[in-house]
């Protein structure tokens, strides 16, 4: 694997982790958990870790700004996974249900999935240029250790 390619799946992990470790609970939704709560707690243990990288304020301000983002589109995402939800529960309840409006809801959401992933990337890929090639290197290794205690 290319150096680029390992630094991308890296980048990706780690916003991944930090962004998305938030919306666990619920079994795929909020469950309990109150939105803006988490996205503060997401927060503070960016603000740890960019003060553990030395990020500048204008790293730490274009990376929060990344995090938003994400943040704000992952919310939505696993709000329109509640509708869905329902809408295939209901499709179960009928007596013939409607195989191509499940398949269309299955695809819609895959749909859905598939470009916040590559909002992850696209993000993993902004953060890249953001931080230092030093930087880098301490996400890298931490992913690594990461990935490894696993």
Known sequence: MKTTSKLLVAGSAVLAVVLLSGFRG?????????????????????????EELKATDA????????????????????EEQKGAKEQLL??????NPDSKAVHA???AR?????????????????AHRVLTPEQRQQVT???REHMNAR
């Open 26 to 50: 619920g079994h795929m939704g909020w469950g309990p958990r109150d939105p803006e709560r988490v996205k503060q707690m997401i927060t503070w243990r960016m603000d740890d870790r960019l």
């Open 105 to 107: 809801l299955v695809d």
């Open 141 to 143: 290794a931490d992913v």
């Open 90 to 95: 209901q499709q179960w309840e009928l007596p």
């Open 59 to 78: 790293q730490k301000q274009a990376l929060h700004g990344l995090k938003d983002s994400l943040f704000d589109d992952g919310k939505r995402l696993f």
């Open 110 to 126: 895959v749909d859905a999935f598939r470009a916040f992933a590559h909002k992850l990337a696209d993000a993993a890929l902004e």
